[in-house]
């Protein structure tokens, strides 16, 4: 187990002078949107956004796209709010005497909000892809770059301001500049700057010489967190922490999710499998499944999970569906190892995959390696401790709590179970001890610059590389 001196980056901070659409609402805008053109479109920006990495105009070219995009939907998005405005007014007024015609007029004005709020997240996560390649698949840095959440507008006030950085920093040729306000993820300052030396600069733009409270507090955390990604010791969201790596390669089934992706193409339009003792996964391709597919699926389901439900075993269900907006802990599907059409057909909800976690039978791997489990992910529920842990673990008086964070990839991107045990056990040679994951944050990253989205179907399945954990300094020795 190494230190933070090995993760030591050259990050340097310049200071430059849901209201909610119910199911058939959403639907109805997927529906609209996987049945246009604007598919397509994606997936030639996707494209150009993986086969041009290296190119900086090309790059500079896509984010200039990107932008123009954006500008029209926040536009497109302000009318049709506007519209809803105006006609939920006149529903209050009366409501028996709303026409049948002005309801419809409700329902495609909610409509078309969800589709180009859903047009968007895709850009967004094809901008969040040119963010993950040029910082090299580091998953800790990705992480302390995207906790100051806020609003990420091109139509704010401040844009031209940061356009003209953006493009000073692109003319002075010193390495790839990326529009922050273009991502969810990059949250920290305006312009990202990824120098040709590898070295990285959070710059942002002055707009006034105001010293109010507000902004003395933002120029704070900028600076603890450009001292983390720089010394690899800092302040994360309150809690001070370090970053530590472990010689792990992060195996994974992502291989066999593009296969049963790939499958759900072709009617009936759904495949499914149960690929471990702990993990089952099914694929549907809306567009293409069959009217009683859903009854197949589900019988299906049952045939292969009967030994847990008999069992009586605890199973946790997540699909794609749920994580189509921006996830802190979750890779964006746009730099999945699969084929650019089906990463957009999982960005538009063309295609989904929903996994079953058998959490008892991930408590019986960590047994039969050797571990107590003292507390549950079903007692970590009932006691209301998931912010902090979802699993307690013991073994030669060492003690440590796996959080809610690990077991989400262990759905999402199929990481494997022992993964998250040859973790602690790396862990556990530190001594004895009690390891507590504060906030959250099992981080994997890689060394070799290839991450999860190789350009090659021959490196489909794992996480390449070593792992990366952000922990408080406590668990150093």
């Not at 058939?24 to 049945?35: C, E, F, K, P």
């Not at 981080?443 to 070799?448: A, G, P």
């Not at 999860?452 to 668990?475: E, H, K, M, Q, Y």
Request: proline fraction near 4%; charged fraction near 25%.
């Amino acid at each position: 187990m190494e230190g933070p001196a090995r993760y030591r980056r050259a990050f340097d901070w310049a200071l430059n002078i849901e209201d909610k659409d119910d199911t058939t609402i959403a639907l109805r805008a997927l529906v609209g949107l996987s049945g246009s053109e604007m598919p397509e479109v994606l997936e030639d920006y996707l494209i150009v956004s993986r086969k041009r990495r290296q190119n900086r105009l090309a790059i500079a070219k896509l984010q200039v796209h990107l932008v123009d995009e954006l500008l029209t939907i926040e536009a497109t998005t302000k009318h049709y709010r506007n519209k809803k405005a105006e006609l939920q007014h006149h529903d209050s007024g009366d409501r028996e005497g709303l026409g049948k015609e002005t309801e419809e007029d409700l329902k495609f004005v909610r409509s078309e909000i969800f589709l180009w709020r859903a047009y968007a997240n895709v850009l967004r996560s094809v901008a969040d892809g040119i963010a993950w390649r040029a910082l090299g698949y580091d998953r800790a840095v990705m992480r302390a770059l995207c906790q100051n959440r806020g609003s990420q507008q091109i139509t704010s006030s401040g844009t031209t301001e940061e356009l003209r950085e953006w493009s000073r920093q692109f003319d002075e040729r010193q390495g790839l500049a990326i529009l922050n306000s273009l991502t969810n993820c990059l949250t920290y300052g305006d312009v990202t700057l990824v120098r040709n030396d590898g070295s990285v600069e959070v710059i942002e733009v002055k707009r006034s010489k105001t010293t109010s409270s507000r902004v003395i507090r933002q120029k704070q955390r900028m600076r603890e967190m450009v001292t983390l990604l720089r010394t690899g010791r800092g302040s994360l969201e309150g809690k001070t922490v370090e970053v530590c790596s472990l010689d792990i390669t992060p195996e994974n089934g992502l291989g066999i999710l593009h296969g049963l992706l790939q499958q759900a193409s072709s009617p009936p339009g759904y495949a499914a499998s149960r690929i471990s003792n702990s993990t089952y996964i099914e694929c549907v391709d809306f567009r293409v499944m069959e009217k009683d597919g859903n009854k197949q699926l589900v019988e299906k389901r049952n045939s292969l999970i009967a030994e847990w439900v008999a069992r009586g075993d605890e199973i946790h269900s997540s699909e794609s569906l749920r994580c189509l907006s921006f996830s802190p802990n979750l890779a964006p599907f746009s730099i999945f190892p699969f084929e650019p059409k089906i990463c957009v057909d999982l960005l538009i909800g063309a295609k989904s995959y929903r996994v079953l976690l058998n959490l008892t039978a991930v408590v019986r791997e960590f047994e039969y390696r050797g571990w107590q489990v003292t507390t549950t992910p079903l007692e970590a529920f009932k006691s209301g401790k998931l912010p902090e842990d979802f699993m307690t673990v013991k073994k030669d008086g060492f003690f440590i709590t796996v959080p809610p964070a690990a077991f989400m990839r262990l759905q999402m991107e199929l990481l494997r179970p022992q993964v998250l045990i040859q973790q602690c056990e790396l862990l556990k040679r530190g001594g004895p001890a009690v390891v507590r994951s504060e906030f959250n944050l099992t981080i994997y990253d890689t060394s070799r610059k290839r991450g999860i989205d190789p350009p090659g179907r021959s490196a489909i399945a794992p996480f390449l590389g070593t792992t990366s954990l952000l922990v408080p300094p406590s668990w150093l020795r």
